[in-house]
């Protein structure tokens, strides 16, 4: 790179809370930032969605209070980059814009569709096995049975929602649709189309959908967005759009990202097995792997990254961070006459929790209160306070539902290193829940592993969104990225501890096998769908 001063990048991070909007240096500085909520409708028989205009006008208003702090640096971006959550569906007409709402990576509604489609009657995990190896030979790993991702929504929609389905010229994923609305122009990229795994993903290069892979997925090829390489430049932004936003004409836009991709480039782990623990509203294990590995039975595979020459591991935990969100709103601050409702903030929380032991009195918190995907897929698992007693405190309750997520990590980071045959390293906590010291430390003490704290973890995204635009304009290297990345915390395990959190996590992950007949009757087809 050169010696000039770096670029800045308007970076989206679309997350399920609602998109971050943010100036990014190249050297790894955010400038501003922005944040606007966008709540997610989830309800009883399986249903999350949001609407995708809402996205769009909390980016807009992100971007212009942005661009009223710091004009000369919104007038001087380099490149648009646009990134977050991947997985969800939304149906556009030709012009791009929406004609329904988005089906989000936890809408479960297309299950019995996606069963229908992936099954026969001889099954391998809920797969017809000629159906699941063509996929995994090809693509690398396979729709999910359960029907939250883009095969269950686009089935849902097809044989649920005629009208909308009639309506719909394309499918998109949400980050294709926010850079949609920056160029004018649908298009989509094998990286933001990975969860349809709709792309022979042997080869590293290319940028084409799988005929076979179309066939087996049971997808109208025509409803499939246009497919452009990712490590490009996808278009520019509309000159309407650069006016409304403060922005220099022409300014180029690459293609949009995952979270999972921008994640390990904003935490700075660009060698192989350099990992990050990710605690947003969902949760993840990343790391980027020399090679391509798949296990149908953790959910897991490497897909091809956000850098040419290299793969990145691929899982996700469907509760994370939203498991203390609802705990502050559905049990400390619910709104129900019961008691007082004063505003609780997170810190209120973990410091309450701060006083409870390592370990919370033996009490488990299981975090599955949407199901889970990896390394167990099973929509039907609910979340739970296990071993109760008269003696438990408050403290220990909500301490409980910090180190229950914990476990959940410990329980997919141990489960990923098994699956690509090689330990992690380089531990880095990233999302908003690393935001805490408490949660960080918790999470130290459970994996049993020093952990280190990314700068600024809740914009891990925008920073990794940025340096790819860098890598796309040629503006910087791969082995300038791990230099640009803060951290702020280093967190040593206690090892006073490792007894009791041995004990506590051997019964979470038997929790689904030994339980798994009782979460079937109460929330599976002809239960309670709680």
């Not at 909520?37 to 980016?59: F, I, L």
Request: glycine content about 10%; charged content about 20%; hydrophobic content about 45%.
């Amino acid at each position: 790179m050169s010696d000039a001063a770096p670029g800045i990048v308007l970076a989206v991070d679309l997350g399920t809370g609602g998109p971050k909007t943010a100036l990014v240096s190249l050297s790894g500085e955010v400038v501003g930032s922005a944040h606007r909520r966008v709540e997610p409708r989830v309800s009883a028989d399986g249903a999350a969605v949001q609407d995708p205009d809402a996205w769009w006008a909390a980016v807009v208003a992100g971007a212009q209070e942005i661009a009223a702090a710091h004009p000369d640096e919104m007038a001087g971006v380099v490149a648009v980059a646009v990134t977050g959550q991947w997985g969800s569906t939304v149906p556009v007409d030709a012009a791009g814009e929406a004609v329904g709402d988005c089906m989000l990576w936890m809408d479960t509604r297309g299950r019995d569709h996606a069963r229908s489609v992936l099954g026969g009657r001889v099954s391998i995990e809920g797969f017809a096995p000629r159906t699941v190896l063509e996929f995994i030979r090809r693509a690398g790993g396979a729709p999910s049975t359960e029907g939250n991702d883009p095969l269950g929504h686009r089935l849902w929609i097809e044989r649920e929602q005629p009208d909308v389905y009639r309506r719909t010229a394309t499918f998109l994923e949400p980050i294709d649709l926010i850079a949609t609305r920056f160029t004018g122009t649908v298009a989509a990229s094998p990286a933001s189309m990975l969860l349809s795994w709709l792309t022979d993903n042997r080869s590293l290069s290319g940028a084409a959908y799988d005929p076979v892979l179309v066939r087996l997925a049971a997808v109208d090829p025509t409803r499939l967005p246009p497919l452009v390489p990712t490590q490009s430049v996808r278009g520019t932004v509309q000159a309407s759009v650069a006016s409304e936003l403060g922005l220099p004409p022409g300014v180029p836009v690459v293609t949009a990202l995952p979270d999972l991709h921008s994640a390990a480039l904003g935490a700075g782990g660009i060698e192989p097995y350099a990992a990050h623990v990710s605690v947003s509203t969902s949760g993840w294990i990343g790391c980027h792997a020399p090679s391509k590995k798949t296990s149908i039975a953790r959910q897991m595979a490497t897909v091809p990254s956000a850098l040419p020459d290299r793969y990145i591991l691929a899982n996700n935990h469907e509760t994370a961070g939203v498991c203390l969100e609802w705990l502050r709103n559905g049990v400390l601050l619910a709104d129900d006459g019961l008691g007082p409702t004063r505003d609780v903030s997170f810190d209120d929380i973990t410091a309450v929790a701060a006083t409870a032991a390592s370990g919370s009195g033996g009490v488990l918190f299981a975090p599955w209160l949407n199901g889970e995907r990896s390394p167990v897929a099973d929509a039907d698992l609910r979340g739970s306070f296990l071993n109760l007693s008269l003696a438990t405190t408050r403290a220990e309750l909500v301490r409980a539902v910090l180190e229950g997520v914990a476990h959940n990590s410990r329980w997919l980071l141990e489960a990923s290193e098994k699956v690509l045959r090689h330990p992690f390293h380089d531990l880095r906590m990233i999302g908003g829940g690393a935001q805490s010291d408490v949660w960080c430390q918790i999470h130290a003490d459970v994996l049993g592993r020093p952990v280190a704290r990314v700068g600024e973890p809740l914009l891990t995204n925008v920073r990794g969104a940025a340096f790819f635009a860098g890598l796309v304009l040629g503006q910087l290297e791969a082995s300038d990225i791990g230099a640009r990345v803060p951290i702020d915390g280093r967190f040593e395990p206690d090892h006073d501890a490792r007894r009791t959190h041995d004990l506590l996590h051997a019964e979470l992950v038997r929790l689904p096998k030994s339980q798994r007949g009782l979460y079937h009757r109460l929330n599976g087809a002809g239960g309670l769908r709680g």
